[in-house]
């Protein structure tokens, strides 16, 4: 409990506290990066640029390729002896219900005005039923009807969560809110209720992914990463997160990619020196399973994301430098590989709370044996 709490303690200092100090050694006008709710575009974003594009993308394609790969390798992966469970009934009742807050979310009903903007929570809270209907029926449990202490909780965490990562885009705006006039009291209240369904949908959507054979017979041994003295890699690695965050407002066409990997740096980094279990921990084994769903989960989380978020009138847009290009949706297509090292994070954050409801060893006797 109290090393847990030191964690986060760092992590919310380091996340908090960086990136006003690197505006302050700037002399940049701190105000306008407190305000709230946020409203001004301040951040002067650089054009599309062709070379930064090919150069992001061969990035992506190196990093990823190879896992796709592995994935779908043809006559490699063979479906596992399937005894699926009958779909339950409240997993009907959640597609029709995401059915019903789909069409309202996508239309412009007079008599449905006032609600139209706040369709996103009960759209996303029908998704978190039917991916946990979709678990169960594959896998005979689910973490709403097996944990549901755990489950509840990652509510009010899963805001808490997101609301870090809208601190950090204010120093690179790399997007913004449309449709949405609140007050301040409004705006957070509406905001939280909205955020509290991101760590419910992508730990729901990993738990069903790593049922998947493909999963299974693909990654449970594959390549095994070894890192020579990992306490001073993870320094290293803490410090140049460290730099990179104090620096994102500072230089943010550089520095953005920081604003999704930092937070996950710095947990895993905190972790290795400490010596405690980390998401990396299994890939020195030769097991990539934990570490693939949860990228997966999150990848597959975005598109319905950007998808319902695309006809919807209380959405967000998306200003990213040298890549606003080529939208699917909303969102640069490039701009899809962000959401790789979320659901990293978010596998982190799900791990730790889990940890503190059922143990060190609850996340690995739940998903992976």
């Known amino acids: 409990m109290k090393s847990l709490l030191a ?9 908090l506290g960086l990136p006003l100090a690197g505006i302050v050694l700037k002399s940049l006008p701190l105000r306008q990066y407190l305000e709230f709710p946020p409203q001004t575009r301040y951040v002067i974003h650089a054009p599309f640029s062709w070379p930064v594009f090919a150069g992001y993308f061969i990035l992506i394609l190196v990093a990823v390729g190879p896992l796709v790969i592995r ?16 779909f339950p009934w409240w997993g009907w009742l959640g597609i029709a219900a995401g059915l019903i807050f789909w069409m309202f979310a996508w239309t412009r009903f007079p008599w449905f005005e006032i609600f139209q903007p706040h369709t996103f929570t009960p759209l996303w809270l029908s998704y978190i039923v039917v991916i946990n209907a979709m678990t169960y029926r594959r896998r005979g449990r689910c973490m709403m009807l097996d944990r549901p202490g755990f489950f509840l909780a990652l509510f009010p ?3 808490l969560f997101w609301w870090f990562f809208e601190y950090l885009n204010r120093f690179v705006q790399n997007w913004y809110y449309m449709g949405v006039h609140y007050s ?3 705006y957070f209240w509406y905001a939280t209720l909205s955020f509290s369904t991101v760590l419910p949908a992508v730990l729901g959507t990993r738990e069903w992914v790593a049922g998947s054979s493909w999963l299974e017979q693909g990654f449970k041994n594959f390549l095994r990463i070894r890192v020579p003295c990992p306490k001073v890699f993870a320094s290293a690695l803490l410090f140049v ?9 500072v230089w943010p066409d550089l ?19 400490w010596r405690e279990d980390n998401l990396l921990e299994e890939m020195v084994k030769g ?8 990228a997966s989960a999150a990848l597959m989380c975005g598109w319905f994301w950007e998808m319902w978020n695309y006809y919807s009138m209380a959405k967000w847009e998306y200003a990213v430098p040298f890549v606003q290009k080529y939208l699917v949706f909303e969102m640069p297509v490039l701009g899809f590989a962000g959401y790789l090292p979320f659901g990293l994070e978010c596998a982190v954050i799900g791990g730790a709370a889990e940890r503190f409801f059922r143990g060190p060893n609850a996340e690995c006797g739940t998903l992976w044996n």
């Open 255 to 273: 520095l953005f990619p920081l604003l999704w990997m930092s937070p996950f740096l710095i947990i895993v980094s905190l972790q290795i020196m």
């Open 287 to 294: 097991d990539w399973r934990p570490f693939i769903a949860s």
């Open 157 to 159: 965490l899963s805001a």
């Open 7 to 15: 964690r986060f303690a760092i992590l919310a200092g380091m996340l």
């Open 71 to 86: 994935g779908i390798r043809p006559g490699r992966i063979k479906a596992l002896p399937a005894s699926m469970l009958p």
């Open 184 to 186: 301040p009291a409004e």
């Open 241 to 249: 997160s460290g730099a990179g965050l104090a620096g994102i407002g």
